[in-house]
């Protein structure tokens, strides 16, 4: 069996990894006050649907960085920057419709102040725990969407470079090599 190349990854994607480790954990964390509340109290399962499958799309996404990134075989491809963002965005929409689905469900009409029994008090508080758990993973989907589209404007600047690299030289060539132009009497 040959041996594993020696490629590490640079200090920008150690960081990158590293920070989405943390989204990963963060998620993970998410997925279980989701879960729990969903298994104590099965009238929440609709409510908390759509954060458990916006955590679950993040991980995934987490996941895949994290492997690519600190995968020294490079088997696995790194997702492209668009893709990346995609993923976030979705995630994230999803997140905040959770979100949004708990808190409107949480929402007690008239005066609640000493007619909550313990059980619905035990209810609420892990709600409200599930609830800051998703606001955290909506936090860091907010953060990695922002990093993609600088790492984003960072490719594109890398590709308008490669062009005009490209074209400068295409600029130098002698006309007459060119059918093209000696056809149309226009550069390609």
Not at 137 to 165: E, L, N
């Amino acid at each position: 069996m040959p041996s594993p190349p020696t490629f590490l990854p640079a200090h920008y994607g150690l960081m990158q990894a590293g920070v989405r480790s943390v989204s990963w954990a963060t998620g993970l964390v998410a997925i279980m006050m989701l879960g729990y509340v969903g298994r104590t109290w099965p009238d929440k399962g609709q409510v908390i649907v759509a954060g458990l499958m916006g955590s679950a799309i993040a991980m995934l996404n987490d996941s895949w960085e994290v492997v690519a990134l600190t995968d020294t075989w490079q088997t696995l491809p790194r997702l492209s920057t668009s893709r990346r963002v995609l993923h976030d965005l979705f995630s994230l929409a999803l997140s905040v419709g959770g979100i949004i689905m708990m808190w409107v469900s949480n929402i007690q009409i008239g005066d609640t102040g000493d007619t909550q029994t313990a059980s619905e008090r035990r209810q609420e508080k892990y709600l409200m725990a599930a609830m800051w758990g998703l606001l955290a993973q909506v936090a860091w989907r907010f953060v990695h969407a922002i990093w993609g589209c600088v790492d984003c404007s960072r490719d594109a600047r890398a590709a308008d470079r490669r062009r005009r690299r490209r074209r400068r030289r295409h600029r130098h060539r002698e006309r007459h090599t060119d059918p093209w132009y000696e056809i149309t009497g226009y550069r390609a």
